[in-house]
């Protein structure tokens, strides 16, 4: 079955750095676009960044010039690396792929990492 498995997030203080990263089994991977999301308090989840199976990328707004999205094909896992971070940045990351079966979509989802950023 589909896993993912996020894992890097931790403590950190403004303006430090970050390296999150999602371990993906059970999908065929090189095809597959992939993204990372966060989820504030009582929010729902919002698109931080996406890279689709051929390596188009976009990039939230609010993290655009500080936050970068890639992935290794051959290692089935999609990285993204969080620079400058802030405070408001501190919230659970969450990998998501993007599958299709049938002409519908389904997305799966990891378990979350926590990122806090203090001030």
């Known amino acids: 079955q589909v896993q993912l498995v996020e894992s890097g997030g931790d403590l950190v203080q403004s303006g430090g750095s970050l390296t999150l990263s999602c371990d993906a089994s059970?999908?065929?991977?090189?095809?597959?676009?992939m993204a990372w999301y966060r989820q504030f308090p009582g929010k729902s989840r919002e698109l931080v960044a996406g890279i689709s199976g051929g390596g188009t990328i976009k990039t939230s707004e609010s993290v655009k010039g500080r936050f970068t999205i890639s992935r290794d094909n051959a290692k089935k896992t999609v990285a993204l690396q969080m620079h400058s971070l802030k405070p408001e940045d501190t919230a659970v990351y969450y990998c998501?792929?993007?599958?299709?079966?049938?002409?519908?979509?389904?997305?799966?989802w990891g378990q979350g990492t926590q990122v806090t950023v203090s001030s």
């Open positions: 998501q792929a993007q599958i299709y079966r049938d002409g519908v979509r389904q997305d799966y």
């Open positions: 059970g999908i065929i991977f090189r095809g597959t676009d």
